[in-house]
């Protein structure tokens, strides 16, 4: 399929509107033709500051700025009138019947978005808001390339570009640490304004992989600080625009398709691991709940290196498969992504109430698939979200209700969480008592592993007697990842409105057997 910008009439369209190649189907292509529409000013949602904008000068964004040629015959001291013709409507057909659509080589219309002055606004800065997403959020989960995003960064002159905007809207959201933040408060006015916005794209029917990507984010935000039913809700919307997109095949299409460059290959194929790890780990404290994604076939391709991918040096070369025996060569997203699909697997697994042999058998393999990937992951000198997943994952699979007291799994669980309940290292003291970073950018995937090593040291020492490690050590470990993170700090009971934490909670409901 061509790409979007070689017809030289559209040369100068922001790179954000060209992404039609993203929607699967070789016949798509962008068909908007030059036109100039200012966008109205909208006030976001929740916007305590909402009163001002009507006494602000007017903020617009647009496909192409009005060329001189234009604007010749407005009479001067005059307000140019501007056409804003209605944008074509999606083609209904791309779902209702896609044979039909396909064979008419139907096309995708590009479609435009207003964006709030409350977005324009927490926008400013944006190299400044780019540089801190690549620090704090791209070290832990890179999925979106570093190479691409700066090749394609919109040149401070022109005029805001909504696509982007909303992109590096949530790459500021998810930056954002309530240690930096006296208010604490998870959802500010641009957060409400980043959710509308977002709605409406899917309105206006926008199709872009930098949308699908800032609602990757916006999904990561709302899991790291516990904002739920949100969370699951737009983990969700996720799944189903990534299908729509069709970004679901690149785990199993080849470099050399008509897709795409390798990068742009690689960027697709991170964004639905990104997909796949968010649906398992939204379900980590309900695995029962039925996963909204399949597992990924045997040979699904795991991400590349993660220092290739940055520098868009992608090649064909060193490919692994989620079937791939671990080993310490694969990338820390590729650990995450299998550790995630192992995941996966165990829910599967829990899920099958038979009782035959065969069935223990694969519980069994499961598990040493799962140990075998928490070996080469003992060698970080950090505790990984991959690491978290995995011990998560035993955990659930040899004691999915929470009352397993047989002595062989006592010495197994004795054993897997120690490096949880063991004493602090003096690092993760000193952040506590002086306010330092300990783990400069830890991923708020690593929560649900630290409280569920908590509530499991409760419940053994309580029903054997035995000391399977000190509480406090992990209370410590919450707290200090709680800086970062709300859904590991203090919580707040919606009828009291007492703060607690949420390991405290857990430890009085086993003390009470309520």
Not at 54 to 73: D, F, G, N, W
Not at 379 to 391: G, L, Q
Not at 468 to 476: M, R
Request: aromatic share 10%.
């Amino acid at each position: 399929m061509p790409a979007p910008c070689a017809n030289e009439e559209r040369e100068n369209v922001p790179w954000s509107y060209l992404s039609a190649e993203a929607v699967p189907g070789k016949f798509l292509k962008a068909i908007l033709e030059p036109q100039t529409m200012h966008l109205p000013k909208t006030n976001a949602v929740g916007n305590s500051n909402a009163n001002t904008d009507k006494h602000r000068p007017p903020t617009s964004a647009s496909v192409h700025s009005a060329s001189p040629a234009a604007l010749q015959h407005v009479a001067p001291k005059k307000t140019p009138v501007v056409s804003t013709p209605t944008p074509p409507a999606f083609p209904a057909d791309y779902f209702l019947d896609n044979f039909s659509f396909q064979c008419r080589q139907g096309q995708i219309p590009l479609q435009i978005v207003t964006i709030s002055n409350t977005l324009l606004d927490f926008t400013q800065e944006p190299r400044l808001i780019a540089r801190l997403y690549f620090e704090r959020v791209h070290s832990f989960f890179p999925f979106i390339s570093n190479k691409n995003f700066y090749g394609h960064f919109p040149p401070a002159y022109a005029p805001p570009n909504p696509i982007s905007t909303i992109l590096i809207a949530c790459m500021k959201l998810v930056s954002w640490s309530p240690k930096d933040d006296p208010s604490k408060d998870p959802k500010p006015p641009s957060y409400f304004a980043i959710k509308r916005t977002l709605v409406e794209t899917d309105i206006a029917g926008v199709w872009s992989l930098q949308l699908l990507q800032a609602t990757i984010l916006l999904s990561l935000y709302e899991m790291g600080h516990a904002i739920y039913p949100a969370a699951y809700i737009s983990v969700g919307a996720c799944i189903r625009y990534a299908l729509a997109l069709g970004i679901n095949e690149s785990l199993t299409v080849n470099f050399n398709s008509p897709g795409g460059m390798p990068l742009e290959q690689e960027e697709k194929r991170r964004a639905w691991w990104a997909v796949l790890i968010l649906d398992r780990f939204v379900n980590i404290g309900y695995p029962k709940r039925p996963l909204m994604t399949q597992d990924p076939a045997p040979d699904a391709i795991l991400p590349t290196d993660d220092t290739v991918f940055d520098q868009g040096a992608v090649t064909l070369d060193q490919l692994y498969t989620v079937s791939s025996p671990a080993e310490p060569g694969l990338s820390p997203f590729a650990k995450l992504a299998q550790a995630a699909y192992l995941l996966g697997c165990v829910f599967r697994h829990i899920c099958d109430l038979r009782v035959d042999p065969m069935h223990q058998e694969e519980g069994m393999q499961l598990s040493g698939q799962v140990q075998r990937l928490l070996e080469v992951l003992s060698t970080e000198s950090e505790m990984s979200a991959a690491t978290a997943i995995c011990s998560s994952a035993l955990i659930t699979l040899h004691d999915p209700n929470a009352a397993n007291t047989h002595p062989a799994y006592l010495g197994f669980a004795k054993g897997l969480l120690q490096p949880v309940v063991e004493e602090p290292s003096q690092s993760v003291r000193d952040f506590l008592a002086a306010n330092i970073d300990y783990q400069a950018h830890p991923s708020p995937l690593l929560g649900h592993w630290i409280y569920q090593a908590g509530t499991v040291v409760l419940r053994l020492n309580a029903q054997t007697g035995e000391d399977f490690g000190k509480v406090e050590y992990v209370t410590q470990r919450l707290e200090a990842l709680g800086q970062r993170w709300l859904s590991a700090g203090m919580w707040e009971d919606s009828g009291t409105h007492e703060r607690t934490n949420l390991l405290t909670a857990a430890y009085l409901h086993i003390l009470t057997g309520s």
